[in-house]
Structures are given as structure tokens and as C-alpha cells.
């Protein structure tokens, strides 16, 4: 998947999830994590300030996502439902969708 670390696709990341957990709109997500829309539009949009760690928590409550997802895009995890809904988000956003392959003897 989208292994971008910086602010942009850590914004990429919380739309995906926002999207695929039902919330076509950022304030009714927003209000639900405890923000205002106009911050959660700045962590989606990949502005200067980070996802601070206390709502990435929240976030990953919420969609069943981990906070290795959410900031690093690592899929390894997560339930396989929601891989799934989220590489049809990124395929039908027309983004390329790489899932990590296992190494042999590798722990997931």
C-alpha cells in the first residue's frame, strides 16, 4: 500500500479510512474523534503539523486500523476486510496499491 511517511500520505492514509469506515464527510468523523473539522481537513490534506498520537489512537478504534497503517502504511495487522476495502479506495482513486510480500519465516 501507500508506505509514504510524510504528512501527505499519512493525510492520504486517513481519508482511505475515513472513506472505507462509511464517513463521506470529514466533520461528522472529526466530531466523532473529539476535533474540529477545519484540524482533521489539516491532517487530511497533509498540512505542516502531525497527526498528534492520542487521535491516531482514536482513529485506529474506530476503523480497526493500527498505527503502523495510519503512519508508516503498513498493512500487516489490520483484519483483511479492511485491506481489502482499502486497495479498492486506492484503485478506484486511481493511486498504485502495493501490498508488501510476506518473507518466508517472516512474522506477521
Not at 510524510?6 to 481519508?15: D, E, F, Q
Not at 498520537?53 to 479492511?82: F, Q
Request: proline content about 4%; glycine content about 10%.
Amino acid at each position: 500500500m501507500d508506505r509514504d511517511t510524510s504528512p501527505t500520505g499519512v493525510g492520504r492514509r486517513l481519508k482511505a479510512l475515513r472513506k472505507v469506515g462509511g464517513f463521506n464527510n470529514q466533520k461528522a468523523f472529526a466530531e466523532i474523534i473529539g476535533v474540529t473539522a477545519a484540524r482533521y481537513n489539516h491532517w487530511e490534506k497533509g498540512g505542516q503539523h502531525r497527526l498528534p498520537v492520542e487521535y491516531a489512537i482514536k482513529i485506529m478504534a474506530l476503523t480497526g486500523a493500527e498505527l503502523n497503517y495510519i503512519y508508516l502504511g503498513e498493512v500487516r495487522g489490520i483484519p483483511a476486510s479492511l485491506v481489502v476495502l482499502l486497495k479498492e479506495h486506492f484503485k478506484s482513486a486511481e493511486q498504485n496499491v502495493i501490498v508488501p510480500q510476506r518473507r518466508v519465516g517472516s512474522r506477521c
